[in-house]
């Protein structure tokens, strides 16, 4: 059974700092890994999607990285923001099904 | 295009009591996910629909929920009777037909409905 855990589970920062957020998993046969964003009472919204074949995806000041053998992916958030307060996720569909499992998440304050 | 509907957005009930949520996926969107998300944890699969049929409901509590995906477009979920521990975030997402051979797929999640039972 698949498990995915974030760390840290909440992260406290000035703003302009360059930051690092963590996602492992314990089943590497993966067929990607989908990093979300979520702001207090709504949906997710995606952020990137790593394929099982790709070692990085990069979107603006974001760039993910994944590592299929070692079960790791990071996410990296160059020069934060305020706006870039909320709760992160990352999630890994696996098995015949594409089954998704998520992590707890990690918890971002950027204060100004 | 329009994103995933789901109403309502919030619902408060009593212990014992039904309740049902609706989702509209995007559409063309084939697969439809219904999460479970307590307060503070990451979201937990309930039940995965294919077009209509059921790919995963492993986790869905059968004895009191029940989902449905008439003509594999929307779909319901509904609690019966509805317990204390059900009190959460449901959300919707759906993701475009996925390829085997290139692993790819990608959801998009609804605004979700939020839950408090008394």
């Known amino acids: 059974k698949q498990e995915v855990t974030q760390i840290p589970a909440a992260l406290s920062v000035p703003e302009g700092e360059n930051l690092v957020l963590n996602c492992s998993f314990t089943d590497s046969a993966i067929y990607n890994l989908q990093w979300f964003r979520q702001d207090p009472g709504k949906g997710l919204t995606s952020l990137l999607l790593?394929?099982?074949?790709?070692r990085e995806q990069t979107s603006g000041r974001l760039n993910a990285s994944l590592d299929k053998s070692s079960g790791r992916s990071t996410l990296y958030i160059a020069a934060s923001q305020p706006g870039d307060s909320a709760t992160y996720l990352c999630?890994?569909?696996?098995?015949?099904?594409?089954?998704?499992?998520f992590g707890r998440g990690t918890s971002l304050i950027v204060h100004p | 295009e329009a994103g995933v509907a789901q109403s309502p957005r919030y619902k408060i009930i009593e212990k014992r009591q039904s309740v049902a949520f609706w989702c509209n996926p995007i559409s063309g969107h084939a697969t439809l996910y219904w999460y479970q998300q307590i307060l503070g944890q990451g979201p937990k699969l309930l039940i995965q629909?294919?077009?209509?049929?059921?790919?995963?409901d492993s986790q869905l509590p059968k004895d009191r929920f029940s989902a449905e995906r008439l003509k594999g477009v929307d779909s319901t979920l509904k609690i019966q009777p509805a317990k204390l521990e059900d009190s959460a975030v449901y959300l919707c997402a759906s993701s475009s037909p996925f390829y085997r051979t290139h692993g790819r797929y990608e959801q998009y999640f609804g605004p979700g409905t939020r839950l408090t039972v008394t």
């Open positions: 629909f294919q077009n209509n049929g059921v790919v995963d």
């Open positions: 790593i394929q099982s074949s790709q």
């Open positions: 999630a890994v569909p696996s098995g015949g099904s594409y089954i998704p499992t």
